[in-house]
């Protein structure tokens, strides 16, 4: 069982930088792979980002290349991911969710086992 919690959110101006954090508990955190998606209203949920267990694979959409890093420190039963984005646009506004997926690099949602309760980020022109 993986805890995830997301943090971080909130109204940032056009242009400006955000970084959201997801914090991962349980004994089994330090072998999922956390990934960063995103759900803007009336869309889809998108993939952004994932970081491998061990912090050395991670992957990046091409939608946010260049403006989204990925980062991963590990603590006893811990696991902390940052999620840096620049460059905000407008578009940019969702709800954004990490989620866990057992030991593996993984793009699609599906593969993903658990999941956080999300944080609000809103983009102002």
């Known amino acids: 069982q993986v805890q995830l919690v997301e943090s971080g959110g909130g109204l940032v101006q056009a242009g400006g930088s955000l970084t959201l954090s997801c914090t991962a508990s349980g004994r089994a955190s330090r072998v999922y792979a956390v990934g960063w998606f995103r759900q803007a209203p009336g869309k889809e949920r998108e993939f952004l980002a994932v970081i491998g267990p061990g912090g050395e694979k991670t992957v990046i959409a091409d939608h946010v290349k260049g403006r989204v890093t990925v980062s991963r420190q590990t603590s006893q039963n811990t696991v902390l991911v940052d999620l840096q984005m620049s460059g905000l646009k407008p578009e940019d506004t969702a709800v954004y969710y990490c989620?866990?997926?057992?030991?593996?690099?993984?793009?699609?949602?599906?593969?993903?086992?658990?999941w956080g309760q999300g944080t609000q980020v809103t983009i102002s022109s």
């Open positions: 989620a866990a997926a057992w030991n593996m690099v993984e793009v699609d949602d599906r593969e993903y086992d658990y």
